[in-house]
């Protein structure tokens, strides 16, 4: 019989809610998803009702303010977040039935083959890039947008599980990462089962009208918001912070690829990466000084690192001159992305600045 995980209640006296460690882990650069019982401890004992994650990407905060009951907007540029958010955070209570994966697995004679013949040879076999093409061939027959993202981050789940390391910069299959694992030895099929059923369990109704949406920070309407929780893609001190350079094919997953330029002259298929102010030293200080300026109606949460620039010092001034009061948080961490020696530099300071 499993154990059940302990239940944590902090010297405050907020109790963290158990039903968050049925999120479904991606692995995804800069998740949160370990410092949840942190965040929770800083979030708990501030007021606020409505709250928006501007920048969801795994989902696991919004799926944390879900839980604290909170009605929540859940906000990202890349589509596949943003379809993992509408399953997961603006999903009332819809699962997938026995009936509906059964349908979702059945051969459509009329089917594409877009996935099977772009990437053969790319990143799974053929059987496996068939059923992609299949059950992709079946999601929009669905009735309910909440279970066609349930199936969609069924896929997005499966092949991020199936692939090494889970990002999709390299071809192939590379020998010396086929170590018995049982996620590289499990086909798309399989774990694809396995992952809507993962998903099911985490789906719940917290009596809220919660959302999802995809697209620019910028371009929201800032108002209605109680707390506002930030964690852009900073720019780093050393190697890049492309998202769609390590989940492209979960990107064009998540839409079939529908109005995506595919660069064809590229190993793995790229698609083109968006342009964000956040990812250059020359544009990240002013943008953040418009998204401090953007949301000063709200109480700011920014989620952030040592390793990033600007610096902290920075982005405390920033802060003050739009929030009466700000506090940081500390807390030693260690992020898990990457194998190489070089991931040493994954040892930092997480930091969460509150503007109140």
Known sequence: MATQPKQLTFDSGWTFPESVRAYPQLRFMGSKYRLLPWIYEVLAPLDFDTALDAFSGSGCVAYLLKAMGKQVVANDLLQFCSVVATATIANPGITLDRRDVEFLLAYDPTQKRFIESTFADV????????????????????????????????MIRSCAKRQPRGVFTVAGDPTRYKDGRRDLRLGLRDHFVEQVEVYNCAVFDNGRANSAICGDVFALDPRGYDLVYLDPPYVPRADDNCYVKRYHFLEGLSCYWKNMDIMQETRVKKIPKHFTPFSYRRTAVAAFENLFAMFSASTIVLSYSSNGFPDLDCLVSQLRAHKRRVTVHKRPHRYHFGTHRAAVRNNVTEYLIVGA
């Open 123 to 154: 990143f799974f076999t053929r059987e496996d890039l068939r059923f992609l093409d299949r059950v992709w061939a079946n999601v929009p027959k669905l009735h309910s947008p909440h279970k066609r993202a349930l199936a969609i981050a069924g």
